[in-house]
């Protein structure tokens, strides 16, 4: 007799997924995934304005908004054949660069490290599914305690992001042809500075963390492994072409 | 979908249905619970709707305040929940916008607003003038960003680039083309 698990929803993702399983004699035999929040944005973005791309795909997902007005607008450049001034260019990078910063810290503190970390026993972090909890209390305590922490890196992160692309999340800095804006030295200053304390909570506080709960889970790296063959497309352009 | 109960789905329009009925009040939080939003713009594909809509189609007299922005700016929804709380539900506009925040145009009180009286108009990004050409949707949105600004003050839309009418009812498909002018 084939048992039916249902995990619904998966986790704290945008966009709502469910996954459905069938196991027999221990293996799975059959499984359905449904993507729950359909909204139909390829429909949408039909008989457009093509230029109203970027604005409409960053719409897509709060975690990740200018990586969508990235794809849109260097689709736009190559449709249109036109090629970004270096300025444009440059500034198009830290703006998706600023992006990867802090959505990558939401990213493991927020959504996927809790299915790792107990958090405390009150809201937000309950109601939970009971998870596969291997860390030691002090450990716990430990990626517990960055939880706000990262919460005020993210915050700032966005001032990254707005500083050339006007707001985070959602740009409007980035356009077909390049960016919008012409950064002045007293920009520039206040993006080093707030830059400084990002990336010195990415290298000395997010990193290790990730390290030492990774080393929790190693039998994870073996679950799910499909053919091992990826296909990886830089994102940051480099140079005119 | 936004969920199961005792093994049933439970839709988003269940959800708001079954917790709009129970609630003393609603706040409608971003453009697609105020107004629809992107998932309501052309052709609609999913039949998305407003709050607002959702109440009156299923005879729910829940008093909702529409709070827009795609996204909304945070102080927006502190500063509502906030008044909800300690004076009742504010004052709002013909939309049921908060005034506080949604109370005069972008335009009235741009800090561009001289280059438009002026006749100076920026023709490309960059270039010191008003963004009216370049299809800043100032004129018929209300909303405090002028002031407010965005990221702790660090920008806003109209100095970086323009605005896009986000917080407007008729913001996808009025507010279109984005890039050109619709508006002044």
Redesign the interface.
Known sequence: MAKKI?I??VTRIEG?L?IEVEVKDGKVVDAHS?G??????E??LKD??P??AS??TQ?IC?VCPTSHASASVRTLDSAFKVKPPKNGRVLRNIILGSDYAWDHVLHFYHLAALDYVRGPGTEPFVPRYDGDYRLDEKTNQVAVNQYLEALKIK?LG??L??????????V??M?VG?????PTREEIS?YKERAKKVIDFIANTYLPTVYLIGGAYKDLFNVGTGCKNFLSYGVFCQGPS | MVGERQGHEISMLDATIDMGKKAAATLAFGTCASFGGIPAAKPNPTGAKPVTAIFEENGIKTPVVNVPGCPPHPDWMVGTIAYALTKGLPPVDEYRRPSLFFGSTIHDNCPYLKYYEEGKFARSYGEEGCRLKLGCKGPETYADCWQRQWNNKVNWCVRNAICIGCVQPNFWDEMAPLYEQTTG
């Open positions: 249902v619904d929803p709502h469910k449904t729950a929040l359909f909204r139909g944005f429909i949408i457009r304005d230029r109203d604005q409409i719409r709060g915050a966005h001032e992001t707005a500083m050339w692309g006007g707001k985070g999340p959602i409007q800095g356009v390049g960016a919008t804006a012409i206040g």
